[in-house]
């Protein structure tokens, strides 16, 4: 009797348990809130976000090669991939033979530009968010779905899925690579992923002799710095490669950089003459101060509303904004540089790691402000930099050892398409979702900053549109940045915008 009575007990419990799974699960469904992205994706046929891994096509060679960012940065990593010739298209040796050595794969691009800037996560304490989205990248990338504009309310459902994937993103690399490792894996799938940091480490790595004493200067977003990702890796390499040598590494946090590259408002708009509410990047006031006493090194432009002043007098300025991509890069530059100095290290920076994709566009004027920090003399007559640096600081751009990783992975797993066409390329861009009603947007059409970093990972909501790039979701002035600084990349772009399918809602002058 005892034992049935311990019984029933056991059984209502369960039975209890049950019945609040159930309700749990339809809240759940009712509200959009997951367990989290990964069971979603693998196991919620209802979902949006499932895949069927049990269908996923294994080893197929003539699929394309997924690449994602978190905005157009990464398109800087595809023009080392689709440029790359240091091999044999058909004996696969060392060695250029004039024929592009991806001229056969295709691509698929996703830059996750409604979300961006992905370095600001960590600081707003939303990681959890931020790995999130970094799975949803390669959820889209290994998903057919996709929309055809932004006004479409039905997804299609035409798009392949991919045979490697390319994480084109510091901050992505640093926070989500693993994470998405860990997804695959537990998805029964074998799909290889790149990340840019390691790449980035080894080409720095060999501009200094093993013996030798010197600094490694890291320019990335503030979530790619506050990971540690690339001090952690270049420690570690420095040890397994054998580097005896005292290397330094000195790094600063580039808020406003990236974000100027792409027009994000909290940080540049082109149509502004004043200081705005909402600013988020360096100021007289706040966390990212400029110093007023180095606006004489700092040297930034004042003309077409590139600093914001609220007075008339550029030398009396209680409020000053950065509007322009350059003064960010100056402000950066002379923070690394301070650092450096005032360290009092007997070192001197040798190579600057470009750990944002956003950056490489820029290398001109990053080379630009280097040589003038070189040769700049203070009102004493001193150098107060020139003992801290080498006068030709190598800029390191990580793309082109993730080309050479990616080539030696296809080659590795016999996985190069012998049939296919690089001007099958696709690209895609993120975008506010208008159909989600707890969507906030400010008046530019934009996630407001509250909201983008307000949200909770857990809530499995479609916050964004994918859509085909276009100048719909393109400025006029970052595409002429493509046309001259990425043009066959841009070329690409043209030929997915007029030729492809997938691009027949946009009208003529949408199109790239």
Do not use: W
């Not at 978190?70 to 080392?80: D, E, N, P, R, W």
């Not at 040796?93 to 794969?105: R, T, V």
């Not at 609220?310 to 402000?331: H, K």
């Amino acid at each position: 009797m005892k034992h049935k009575l311990q019984f029933l007990v056991v059984a209502a419990f369960l039975l209890v348990g049950c019945k609040q799974n159930l309700v749990k699960n339809k809240i759940e469904q009712a509200t959009g809130k997951k367990e989290n992205i990964v069971n979603t994706v693998i196991h919620d046929k209802e979902s949006f976000y499932h895949i069927d891994f049990s269908n996923y096509p294994d080893n197929d060679k003539t699929l394309p090669i997924g690449v994602f960012d978190s905005g157009t940065g990464g398109l800087t990593v595809l023009k080392a991939i689709v440029n790359y010739d240091e091999n044999g298209n058909i004996t696969h040796q060392n060695g250029s033979d004039g024929q592009l050595d991806f001229n056969k794969e295709s691509f698929i691009y996703l830059g996750d530009q409604a979300n961006m800037p992905y370095g600001n996560y960590s600081n707003e304490d939303k990681l959890g968010l931020l790995k999130e989205h970094i799975i949803k990248d390669a959820q889209f990338l290994m998903g057919n779905k996709y929309y055809g504009n932004t006004e479409d309310q039905t997804p299609k459902t035409d798009k392949q899925p991919v045979k490697a994937i390319v994480v084109a993103c510091n901050t992505a690399t640093a926070y989500g690579k693993e994470s998405i490792e860990a997804f695959i894996k537990k998805a029964n799938a074998d799909i290889k992923v790149i990340g840019v940091i390691d790449a980035g480490v080894r080409g720095a790595l060999e501009t200094i002799s093993k013996e030798e004493d010197a600094i490694i200067g890291v320019l990335a977003t503030a979530g790619t710095v506050t990971s540690k990702g690339y001090h952690n890796t270049i420690l570690k390499f420095k040890d397994q490669l054998g580097y005896s040598g005292n290397i330094e590494v000195f790094s600063q946090g580039g808020v406003g950089i990236a974000e100027a590259v792409d027009e994000i408002s909290d940080y540049y708009d082109k149509n502004l003459n004043k200081p705005r509410d909402g600013y988020k990047g360096p100021g007289i006031q706040g966390n990212l101060k400029i110093d007023k006493t180095l606006l004489d090194v700092y040297n930034f432009k004042f003309d077409h509303g590139k600093m914001l002043c609220d007075n008339s007098n550029q030398n009396d300025c209680a409020v000053l904004q950065i509007n322009d991509a350059e003064n960010y890069v100056r402000y950066h530059l002379v923070s690394l540089m301070e650092k450096i100095r005032r360290s009092g290290t007997p070192n001197k920076l040798k190579s600057l790691i470009l750990g944002c994709t956003h950056y490489p566009y820029l290398m001109k004027e990053i080379n630009t402000v280097l040589k003038e920090l070189y040769v700049y003399k203070g009102v004493d007559g001193s150098y107060p930099y020139k003992n801290y640096m080498t006068e030709n600081i190598q800029l390191i751009d990580p793309a082109v050892n993730t080309a050479k990783e990616l080539y030696q992975h296809l080659n590795e797993k016999s996985l190069f398409n012998p049939d296919g066409n690089i001007q099958d390329s696709e690209f895609y861009i993120s975008v506010v979702n208008k159909d989600n009603q707890n969507s906030r947007t400010d008046e530019n059409g934009n996630f407001t900053y509250d909201y983008k970093y307000g949200r909770n990972e857990g809530e499995i909501q479609q916050y964004v549109k994918v859509v085909p790039f276009s100048r719909n979701n393109i400025s006029d002035d970052i595409l002429t940045r493509f046309q001259e600084q990425i043009p066959f990349v841009y070329k690409l772009m043209q030929h997915f915008n007029k030729e492809n399918h997938k691009t027949e809602k946009l009208s003529k002058k949408a199109k790239i």
